[in-house]
T-cell receptor, first 112, second 113 residues
Framework: ELKVEQNPLFLSMQEGKNYTIYCNYS?????LYWYRQDPGKSLESLFV?????AVKQEGRLMASLDTKARLSTLHITAAVHDLSATYFC????????????FGSGTRLLVRP | NAGVMQNPRHLVRRRGQEARLRCSPV?????VYWYRQLPEEGLKFMVY????????ESGMPKERFSAEFPKEGPSILRIQQVVRGDSAAYFC???????????FGDGTRLSIL
């Protein structure tokens, strides 16, 4: 059974600092997603990572995928308050490829 | 192009009542998924439907919960005899194919009194 673990679950950081959120998954997958969710809102798609070594960047966020280690990272550079939200990674398994398995989420709070 | 439309956005029910949640997929999408999000948790897969067919309902409780996606009209997630533990946000997603990116709606927040 595919399991997805994120850490940390909660992250409080100062503006201007860098940090990384980690997403580990337990079995082979060919697709990994990162989403952002603001309180009471839906999921905003940030990145789709399809292959080993994939790296994507958008503004202060950069996501990478290592399929051999079954690990994805979401790196935050020079954080700003607007990045405060909950970030989820989600993995599509190889056998039930329609099913998204989500991590528990990382609540990010960026302090002024 | 309208995205995935869910209604209502908020639904309050008393214990024992029925809740009906509606989802209209992106135009042209025939694959619909329902997920449930409990407070402070990630989304959990409930059911995957194509037009008039349930493909996978392995994440849906066996009792009181049912889902349909008729030939015409929105997909419906129905919860009978609701209990406090049903309080959650229910998200619908749609896609053009089973392994295509899923587009999420804004969710229905269900509160049980």
């Amino acid at each position: 059974e595919l399991k997805v673990e994120q850490n940390p679950l909660f992250l409080s950081m100062q503006e201007g600092k860098n940090y990384t959120i980690y997403c580990n998954y337990s079995t082979t997958s060919d697709r990994l997603y990162w989403y952002r969710q603001d309180p009471g809102k839906s999921l905003e798609s940030l990145f789709v990572l399809l292959s080993n070594g994939a790296v994507k960047q958008e503004g202060r966020l950069m996501a990478s995928l290592d399929t051999k280690a079954r690990l994805s990272t979401l790196h935050i550079t020079a954080a700003v308050h607007d990045l405060s939200a909950t970030y989820f990674c989600a993995v599509q398994g190889m056998d039930s490829s329609y099913k998204l398995i989500f991590g528990s989420g990382t609540r990010l709070l960026v302090r002024p | 192009n309208a995205g995935v439309m869910q209604n209502p956005r908020h639904l309050v029910r008393r214990r024992g009542q029925e809740a009906r949640l509606r989802c209209s997929p992106v135009k042209g999408h025939s694959h619909v998924y329902w997920y449930r999000q409990l407070p402070e948790e990630g989304l959990k897969f409930m059911v995957y439907l194509q037009k008039e067919n349930i493909i996978d309902e392995s994440g849906m409780p066996k009792e009181r919960f049912s889902a349909e996606f008729p030939k015409e009209g929105p997909s419906i997630l129905r919860i009978q005899q609701v209990v406090r533990g049903d309080s959650a946000a229910y998200f619908c997603a749609s896609s053009a194919g089973g392994n295509q990116p899923q587009h999420f709606g804004d969710g229905t927040r269900l509160s049980i009194l």
